[in-house]
């Protein structure tokens, strides 16, 4: 189509923020780290690559996603434990905070609970910032790959991309058939994962992932917590995934326990105030 006289005029108007944080409810980082300090470990679970495997953390519990031997990225689910339909909104997550997490983020959880469900404390990755190509790290963008859309671009049947490793970790973890879990798979936290959109066609896009052993980030569990987490078969996503073709390397999850005392006056966030009403 012609453009019209006008046109850069239209382009040129300003974009408003759809959702300004200023009066969002922040967490006490002071407080959590001062926490983290003197909590002790009291679980781990190493994730196989190509694989996943689920954790539970209590609320007022810290966990850690590091990589331990190679540059990996993970695709992380989490659940209210109690509550399974209370899961990781990614969608909103995105919206309050931005397409990629850091230190200061929290994951927030659907409707109609909508509340925050871990907070990201530490992120020895949050020096990258974003790069010349718009790429950032743990982004909330991606939505996780998938048998589906392999089969429809290439016709392939791969089983061990993400979606279907974290449907047989929540299978494994819940007792439920493989049709059933996968119902309470959803779109994720792309751990590690370096992420943006071409300026040009807005296309998604991945490159190698900055991470190396011993890199991490940390959480706060803001509620008790089921997770799962899957080693993607993209390894460090810089050529391909939905494939056995990348170097892939495990992932460890780590599980701290607060000393007491050093989270007074903490308590878990309610569910969301809204009176479910909906006009009527």
Not at 20 to 30: F, I, V
Not at 87 to 101: E, I, M, N, P
Not at 132 to 149: E, K, L, M, N, Q
Not at 215 to 238: K, N, Q, R
Request: proline share 9%.
């Amino acid at each position: 189509m012609t453009e019209p006289a006008d046109a850069a005029q239209r382009r040129a108007i300003p974009p408003v923020i759809c959702y300004p944080t200023d009066t969002l409810p922040q967490p006490d980082l002071a407080l959590y780290t001062q926490a983290r300090a003197s909590a002790t470990k009291c679980g781990e679970t190493l994730v196989p690559p190509r694989d996943a495997r689920s954790f539970g953390v209590p609320a007022g519990h810290f966990f850690r996603i590091s990589s331990v031997e190679g540059p990996q990225v993970g695709d992380l689910n989490l659940w209210n434990k109690n509550d399974f339909s209370e899961r990781f909104y990614s969608g909103k997550t995105r919206a309050l905070h931005g397409t990629h997490l850091t230190t200061g983020h929290r994951m927030w959880s659907s409707f109609p609970g909508m509340r925050p469900m871990a907070t990201v404390i530490r992120d020895t990755l949050d020096w990258y910032g974003k790069d010349a190509f718009g790429g950032s790290v743990h982004d909330v963008i991606g939505t996780r790959c998938d048998p589906y859309t392999g089969n429809l671009l290439s016709g392939t049947q791969y089983h061990h991309c993400c979606h279907s490793n974290l449907t047989r970790a929540f299978a494994d973890e819940t007792g439920m058939s493989l049709p059933q879990a996968e119902s309470y798979v959803h779109d994720v936290l792309n751990v590690f994962m370096c992420t943006g959109f071409t300026r040009d066609t807005g296309q998604y896009f991945m490159k190698a992932s900055p991470v190396r052993p011993g890199d991490h980030i940390e959480f706060f569990a803001e509620i008790d917590l089921l997770g799962a987490l899957s080693a993607c078969p993209g390894g460090d996503c810089s050529t391909e995934h939905s494939s056995d073709g990348a170097a892939c390397h495990p992932l460890l999850v780590e599980v701290f326990a607060p000393a007491p005392g050093t989270l007074e006056g903490w308590t878990p966030p309610p569910p969301n105030a809204y009176d479910r009403s909906h006009g009527r």
